[in-house]
């Protein structure tokens, strides 16, 4: 079957760095994404890895090894803003998006 | 505002009723898809359409049906709503199914099934 594997909480302080880890076991890999989703809001998205390596976009970084099966996102000088759920997700060999639980993160001044 | 819109932002239906969930997005995009989000589960993929004419099913889409007639509108219906299919369901779009093109998501329906 399909997996994806999240923490499903984690806590941070405001100003720190925080890592989030994904694993992932699927039928095709064809590339993964990361959303951010406030409570009660819609996911919007983060960040798109296909490559291996480290992708960075301002405060917010996502890191791929497809050997591996297993992503990151890092999460830099942390606002109280950041407090949502990140989505891991893959796309699969249908180019289908698989989705994890999410991860809640909860920033404390 | 270019986006997705959903109707009814929520809704409480009897079980045993009909019920169509309403989706339109204005951005031109290919592909659109329908998902609920349950506690402690990732976004689950109900029906999914790649282009206008033509739709197909997902994870989940035992209860459910789509049509896409047009590009822009992707309605669902529960043809007999359950307890079950309470939820929150998100319609999203994206402009293609490969690389990089992201999904975006209109701000949901909170559907509870008494």
């Known amino acids: 079957g399909q997996n994806i594997d999240q923490p499903t909480e984690m806590t941070a302080t405001e100003g720190a760095i925080v890592q989030i880890n994904c694993t992932y076991q699927?039928?095709?890999?064809?590339?993964l994404f990361w959303y951010q989703q406030h409570a009660g809001e819609a996911p919007t998205f983060l960040s798109y890895n296909v490559l291996d390596g480290l992708e960075e976009k301002g405060r917010f970084s996502s890191f791929l090894s497809r050997s591996k099966g297993y992503s990151y996102l890092l999460l830099k000088e942390l606002q109280m803003k950041d407090s949502a759920s990140y989505l891991c997700?893959?796309?699969?060999?249908?180019?289908?998006?698989?989705w994890g639980a999410g991860t809640k993160l909860i920033i404390k001044p | 505002i270019a986006g997705i819109t959903q109707a009814p932002t929520s809704q409480i239906l009897a079980a045993g009723r009909r019920m169509t969930l309403r989706c339109t997005q204005d951005?031109?995009?290919?592909?659109m898809y329908w998902y609920r989000q349950d506690l402690g589960l990732g976004l689950r993929l109900i029906h999914y359409?790649?282009?206008?004419?033509?739709?197909g099913k997902g994870e989940v889409p035992d209860g459910y049906s789509v049509s896409r007639a047009n590009t822009d509108d992707f309605p669902l219906t529960l043809a007999s709503a359950v307890p079950s299919q309470t939820s929150v369901y998100f319609c999203?779009?994206?402009?293609?199914?490969?690389?990089?093109?992201?999904?975006?998501f209109g701000p949901g329906t909170r559907l509870t099934v008494l």
């Open positions: 999203a779009s994206s402009d293609g199914t490969s690389g990089g093109n992201e999904q975006f």
């Open positions: 699927t039928s095709g890999f064809n590339g």
């Open positions: 951005m031109r995009h290919n592909a």
């Open positions: 997700a893959v796309r699969d060999s249908n180019y289908q998006l698989i």
């Open positions: 359409s790649n282009t206008a004419g033509t739709t």
